[in-house]
């Protein structure tokens, strides 16, 4: 089943001097239970084209479809609300709340959806036992590595039960053995769980990780290559 | 959970949070207390003047006011004074002849208004007989042959009544009431002079004191060094009922002091029954009814009945006699809401700048909530939250500080001792009781409550307005 589908879609930034086409026409789509990777060097749009398909950015032109429904006719305030329901956001910096612990942090969207507390509790716990962090579920994140941040990010993304998780870049500020947890949590996630993964990396053993590769340039997808 | 993360927010930088909360502290502290000291000011000359110099009601013939007529008395007195009395709210009553006249001494003479009580009548009216100065005589208690007259101290000092001497014993006085011993030596010269007036005395002080330490002692040095002439005379002159200038010889029964110069100085009271038999005028004769009330606030309905009662005469109370007392009032309110204004609007911007800088900070932050769904409503009440917190905080602070601070203060006043004179050449106490009324400390709460949240509302659309995407892009 698909839960995700771009038309055409094209994003033009209009800056000062030159207008930037940061994604020229990209017509692909992605089933539940994917574990995709979208790369590409520097500058090559995958930021915008993931912002797109989260709902954070428009398409100057083409269309984005999530589980069917176009994007383009929600109202701002409806996606954010359908962001919330429907699609978890793992960042490379900044994902958690400073002043919360880990576990409020998991807890954060659930809250949001307004979801009863004892279903909160249960899921935030099972979470964070998912991505190895049951006995850190009190610490602030300033108390946490990096690596351990990121995985409270995807605990809290998976929390919520979007129907993908998008993560850009998520593995740019670790070193390589976080790299390498939090990329096995996230597989393993993947497997047992079907939970459909969508990241953006230019980091070769996080792509060596992925089963569908969708490489980009200037903009285009260059090449999409299914390793199953 | 909004409302939580927002207060942990808050204290998230604690140093700023910490300087923000301790301005507004400050700053509601000061405008509280500025305002108490005010409204202290004020209430005490309201107080004293009503107390001591007008009360609340006056009813005198319709032209008495305009120039003291000695012939514009008041008929059937008794059965006028009985009315008064059983009105509602009327809490004494008091009859006063009130003549024109010329105070002379050995050496001095001014003219004075020359005020016919009964004291112990008086007395329920007015707390006159509390001023009197101890150790200067009694408000009429003894018994003596002579006519007696109770005058004020800027008057007695006027007259030369009262006359300042440093003898061992001041000196002794003076340094167990803290006047260094290089100042005590420097007053040596002094000792055992007689100076006839404030002035004289003044003059030889700043011979022998260096201006630091007259700045500093003068005061307390003229207070212990005072002294007063027992058995004072004075001569009263002024007109009978013929119009023939009449007067007599008056001991001086005591000193008053309300603090109040130009009253004091002009103000001369004598027993009413000694004006009534100088003038001629007979033992009934009364030039006004003064009429105390239990309630001040109730002035305005007890005129009226007043002057329904009594449509041939004048009836005026205390603001209309005095309405520069009610100006003063009036202004002094206008002033406060001023000045709370001003700090109020000072407290704004702190919050505004404050929580700009923290919109500004968290601008990422702020992008990441709203991407993984928090909504604008949300975002605005949390934004909203940590600004009405911080002022929140900050203002029941200022309000329990202030509160704490008015109560000490209010219990011992502060005294202003170095510019007593300044303040009561204007009537003005120099030693000052702060007080607030409750509705000014509820008003100043809600005030605050208010302020926080408009100055948070500038800051809340700022945050409001970050793009997800853009948010997230900054670094
Ligand atoms: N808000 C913007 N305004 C103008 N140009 C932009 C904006 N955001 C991105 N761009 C441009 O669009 C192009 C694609 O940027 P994007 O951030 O999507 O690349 P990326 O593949 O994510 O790069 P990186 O690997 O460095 O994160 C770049 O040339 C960038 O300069
Ligand atoms: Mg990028």
Do not use: C
């Amino acid at each position: 089943m698909k839960v995700l589908e771009l038309h055409n879609v094209h994003k033009i930034y209009n800056g000062s001097e030159v207008n930037v086409h940061a994604v020229n026409g990209i017509t692909i789509d992605f089933e539940e239970g994917e574990f995709s990777a979208i790369v590409g060097p520097s500058g090559s749009g995958k930021t915008t084209l993931l912002n797109m398909i989260g709902g954070l950015d428009s398409p100057t032109e083409g269309k984005i479809l999530v589980d069917n429904t176009d994007l383009s006719t929600l109202k701002t305030s409806d996606l954010i609300d359908f962001r919330m329901w429907n699609i978890g956001f793992v960042f490379q910096s900044y994902n958690l709340i400073p002043v919360l612990t880990a576990k409020e942090n998991v807890e954060f969207i659930m809250n949001l959806q307004k979801r009863p507390k004892k279903e909160r509790d249960q899921r935030t716990m099972e979470m964070l036992k998912a991505v190895g962090l049951g006995d850190r579920a009190n610490s602030r994140p300033a108390k946490l590595s990096g690596g351990q941040q990121q995985r409270v990010a995807v605990a809290r993304a998976l929390a919520s039960k979007p129907k993908f998780i998008l993560a850009d870049e998520p593995s740019a500020n670790l070193d390589s053995k976080s790299t390498e947890t939090l990329l096995d949590i996230m597989e393993e996630l993947n497997r047992e769980e079907k939970i459909t993964f969508i990241f953006s990396t230019h980091d070769n053993r996080v792509i060596k990780k992925a089963r569908r590769v969708v490489t980009i340039e200037d903009g285009k997808v260059i090449s999409d290559e299914n390793k199953q | 959970m909004i409302l939580r993360t927002a207060w942990k927010n808050v204290w998230r930088n604690k140093t700023r949070s910490m300087v923000v909360i301790a301005s507004v502290t400050i700053g509601i502290f000061a405008g509280i207390f500025a305002v108490g000291l005010m409204n202290g000011t004020m209430e005490q000359r309201v107080d004293a003047a009503i107390n001591k110099e007008i009360s609340h009601i006056q009813l005198n013939r319709e032209t008495f006011r305009d120039n003291d007529d000695l012939h514009l008395t008041l008929d059937s007195i008794r059965e006028r004074n009985r009315k008064i009395r059983n009105m509602a709210g009327v809490e004494a009553i008091t009859n006063r002849l009130v003549v024109n006249a010329i105070a002379n001494t050995a050496s001095k003479s001014t003219g004075i208004q020359l005020i016919g009580i009964n004291p112990d009548q008086d007395k329920k009216a007015f707390n006159l007989h509390e001023a009197v100065i101890p150790g200067t005589g009694s408000y009429f208690n003894r018994e003596s042959r002579h006519n007696l007259a109770l005058v004020g101290e800027d008057l007695a000092k006027e007259l030369n009544i009262i006359r300042y001497e440093l003898h061992n014993a001041t000196m002794d006085s003076l340094r167990s009431a803290g006047i260094p011993e290089n100042v005590l030596k420097k007053l040596n010269p002094m000792v055992d002079k007689r100076y006839a007036s404030q002035d004289l005395f003044v003059k030889d002080l700043k011979k022998h004191l260096t201006k630091k330490m007259l700045e500093a002692h003068g005061q307390k040095i003229m207070e212990h060094a005072w002294t007063f002439r027992e058995r004072s005379r004075l001569t009263l002159t002024f007109l009978d009922k013929d119009n023939v200038q009449t007067g007599g010889m008056f001991r001086i029964a005591g000193i008053y002091d309300i603090k109040n110069s130009m009253y004091e100085k002009s103000h001369v009271f004598v027993q009413k029954k000694d004006l009534q038999q100088l003038t001629g005028l007979g033992a009934q004769a009364t030039h006004k009814i003064i009429v105390r009330i239990a309630d001040r606030e109730q002035t305005k309905q007890i005129t009226e009945a007043l002057r329904d009662a009594f449509p041939a005469l004048q009836v005026q109370n205390w603001k209309e006699i005095s309405p520069d007392l009610a100006m003063m009032t009036s202004m002094i309110e206008k002033f406060n809401a001023v000045f709370m204004i001003i700090i109020l609007a000072a407290l704004s911007f702190g919050i505004v700048n404050t929580m700009l800088m923290v919109v500004l900070e968290r601008t990422k932050e702020l992008g990441m909530l709203t991407a993984i769904g928090m909504n604008k409503k949300k975002v605005f009440t949390m934004i909203m939250s940590e600004s009405v917190f911080l002022s929140l905080v900050g203002g029941v602070a200022g309000m329990i500080v202030s509160k704490i601070i008015l109560m000490l203060t209010n219990q011992n006043g502060i005294n202003f001792s170095s510019a007593a004179e300044g303040f009561e050449a204007m009537g003005f106490s120099a030693h000052i009781y702060p007080t607030i009324s409750n509705t000014f400390f509820i008003t100043v709460t809600a005030l605050i409550i208010i302020t926080g949240i408009l100055s948070s509302v500038y800051p809340a659309i700022k945050a409001l307005k970050l793009d997800p995407a853009d948010a997230l892009r900054t670094e």
